[in-house]
């Protein structure tokens, strides 16, 4: 059964810095594209970075240049370095694949929390 996992999340204020980890039991992230999505309070489930199996990376315009989202198929994980936080950042982070057609069960989340 595929279980995905995202943690690393928390409080922090404004500016500061976080790096949230995704891994999964029962499914591999090789050779799959994958990404990290994101559901603030009141809003729908908005895709925020992207990563090929070779690499490849693309971000959601409010994001590029302060997230990073990077992998390591070696131990089965997905991250995402996030810096300069801003309180519209505030919301659960989640991970799973990058193409629609064929995401996972959605995992639990981490809660990312920017306030002052």
């Known amino acids: 059964q595929v279980q995905l996992v995202e943690s690393g999340g928390g409080l922090v204020q404004p500016g500061g810095s976080l790096r949230l980890s995704c891994t999964a039991s029962g499914y591999s992230f090789t050779g799959r594209r994958m990404a990290w999505y994101r559901q603030a309070p009141g809003k729908q489930r908005e895709l925020v970075a992207g990563i090929t199996s070779v690499g490849e990376t693309n971000y959601e315009d409010s994001v590029k240049g302060r997230f990073t989202i990077s992998r390591d198929d070696d131990k089965n994980m997905v991250y995402i370095q996030i810096t300069n936080l801003k309180p519209e950042d505030t919301a659960v982070y989640y991970c799973?694949?990058?193409?629609?057609?064929?995401?996972?069960?959605w995992g639990q989340g981490t809660q990312v929390t920017v306030s002052s």
């Open positions: 799973n694949r990058l193409d629609s057609r064929f995401l996972g069960p």
